[in-house]
């Protein structure tokens, strides 16, 4: 079961409070804290879409940009050790090593 939810390019992570019996949702990937309950799953679909749109409204009326999609690109730093590994495997799959890392980062995320 997938403990997520999608509106508008944004993602929330949903979690269960059986303490309360309410559902709790905090929006991903932004700095700004914009949570959401509700104690049904369709009430907290509503609540998740009423916290995006307040968020891009909000945001507009302070003149802010709100915070979006990422833009794909990705720096890290890795060991020397695993760098040179992953290299080796995306040569020897016939990739990139964007490419390789690419699909390795995709499979881990899902």
Known sequence: MTN???YKGYSARIEYDDEDGIFTGRLAGISDGIGFHADTVEALREAFHEAVEDYVETCAK???????????????RVDPEVHRKAALAAELSGKSLNQWAEEVLGRAAE
Not at 65 to 76: I, L, R, T
Request: aromatic residues 12%.
């Open 62 to 76: 302070v003149g802010k940009e709100p915070q979006k999609a990422f833009s794909g690109q990705v720096m890290f």
């Open 4 to 6: 997520t939810m999608t």
